[in-house]
């Protein structure tokens, strides 16, 4: 499994609580032994909203988990050229843009940085939203080159613009069961018949605010869901290929 949304708490870190929220610990050593039994050989460390801007975590947290293993980061709009490149040579590969926790919602300060990070290192723009804010920002992302979305659109009323923006090459991180609004199976169904390529399944671990956090359980209703050969797409092969990551782990 390539676990396509993992979250990273170290306490050696400073953390930024956000409306007041400040997560419990979770090292990647506990991200280790949690998914022991789950056979995963990489993934993506997303930065939450209590890590603002900092890259030190992340940095750090891509080095102890491994070459398997990409980030996606949180930048402010007067970030260098020169930050971006040497990001990405320690394993970034996006941007996220965290809407949903009170983020920048300027479109076209959006815009211009998604732009600049993809054209200087060909990173994708991650968006954390629900679905009004899928609405609004709807004409950002048809225009821009590559998107993913946090979580199914995290409500059901995202949906059909969702399935409009699958059907032009965005990715959706079928992640936060736990935390979403919707019908898991039923939108799971409808993405995947949209584009079987689309899905990128997470932990979402350590589920950070959400009402029950992520189950082992959860990887079988992918399977239950959509079929076995379906899934070993959504669980592994899409996420390798959007995050460039080795298809096997390293010997």
Do not use: C
């Not at 590559?146 to 079928?174: C, F, I, N, Q, W």
């Not at 169904?189 to 950070?208: C, Q, V």
């Not at 990887?219 to 959007?242: E, F, M, R, S």
């Amino acid at each position: 499994m390539i676990d396509a949304h993992l979250h990273v708490v170290d306490p050696r870190f400073r953390l930024e609580p956000n409306r007041g929220y400040v997560p419990p610990v979770f090292t990647a050593a506990d991200y280790t032994r949690r998914t022991r039994s789950l056979g995963v050989v990489g993934g993506a460390v997303v930065s939450g909203s209590f890590q603002g801007h900092d890259q030190d975590y992340l940095r750090a947290a891509l080095a102890e988990l491994g070459p398997g293993f990409a980030g996606v980061t949180q930048l402010p709009s007067s970030v260098s050229d020169e930050q971006v490149l040497e990001l990405h040579r320690t394993g970034v590969r996006a941007v996220r843009f965290n809407l949903r926790r009170g983020g920048d919602a300027q479109p076209e300060r959006i815009e211009r940085l998604a732009r600049r990070v993809h054209e200087l290192a060909g990173w994708h723009a991650e968006f954390y939203l629900d679905g009004p804010a899928l609405e609004l920002l709807a004409p950002v992302l048809r225009r821009l080159p590559r998107v993913s979305v946090d979580h199914l659109g995290m409500t059901a009323d995202a949906l059909p613009r969702l399935l409009e923006l699958v059907g032009r090459g965005a990715k959706v991180k079928a992640t936060g069961f736990g935390r979403v609004e919707l019908d898991v199976p039923r939108t799971l169904r409808s993405i995947h018949a949209a584009d079987p390529a689309a899905l990128l399944f997470g932990t979402d671990l350590p589920s950070t605010r959400a009402r029950r956090p992520f189950r082992d359980e959860d990887v079988d209703l992918v399977a239950a869901t959509l079929g076995k050969d379906a899934a070993a797409a959504v669980l592994h092969d899409n996420a390798a290929a959007w995050y460039g990551l080795p298809r096997t782990a390293p010997a």
